[in-house]
C-alpha cells in the first residue's frame, strides 16, 4: 500500500532526476543524444525514475492534483521500462527538453506548497 507519508520524497526524486536528467542533456543537440550511448540512457534511466516516482505518488495525492499530466508521465514510464523496444528516441528527447522543465517545476511547487503535516494525518 502507499502511503502519504511517502509522496513528499517521491516529489523530491521527480525533481531530483529531472535535474540531473536535465543537465545530462544540456547543450547537446539530437544527434549527440542518439549517437552518445552514455547520454542516451543516463537521460532515459533519470526520466525513468521520474516516471517511476510519479507512479508511486499515492491516488489521493494525484487526486488532489488534477490539472498534472500523471497518466502521460506514468505511461512513459511503462513504455521505457516494458516497451524499450519501441521507444522512439525523438519523443524522449523532445519530453526531456521541452516536457520535463515544466513537470519538474510543478513538482517543486508541489513540495514547497502542500501543507506536509496535515497531508500525512
Keep these: ?3 502519504r507519508a511517502r509522496d513528499k520524497g517521491r516529489l523530491y526524486d521527480i525533481v531530483d532526476y529531472a535535474d ?3 543537465k545530462m542533456i544540456e547543450g547537446h543537440s539530437f544527434d549527440t543524444f542518439v549517437n552518445d550511448i552514455t547520454i542516451y ?3 532515459m ?3 525513468e525514475i521520474v516516471g517511476e516516482a ?3 505518488l499515492t491516488k ?3 487526486a488532489e492534483h488534477p490539472d498534472i499530466p500523471w497518466p502521460l508521465i506514468q505511461g512513459l514510464r511503462h513504455v521505457l521500462v516494458h516497451g524499450y523496444e519501441q ?3 525523438q519523443t524522449l528527447y523532445d519530453t526531456t527538453i521541452n516536457d520535463l522543465p515544466r513537470y519538474r517545476d510543478q513538482a517543486e511547487y ?3 506548497n502542500t501543507d506536509w503535516n496535515e497531508w500525512e494525518r
Design 87 to 89: 521507444i522512439d528516441r
Design 54 to 56: 510519479t507512479y508511486m
Design 110 to 112: 508541489l513540495l514547497d
Design 60 to 62: 489521493d495525492f494525484k
Design 20 to 22: 540531473k536528467a536535465l
Design 1 to 3: 500500500m502507499r502511503e
Design 45 to 47: 534511466k533519470c526520466v
Design 41 to 43: 540512457f543516463a537521460v
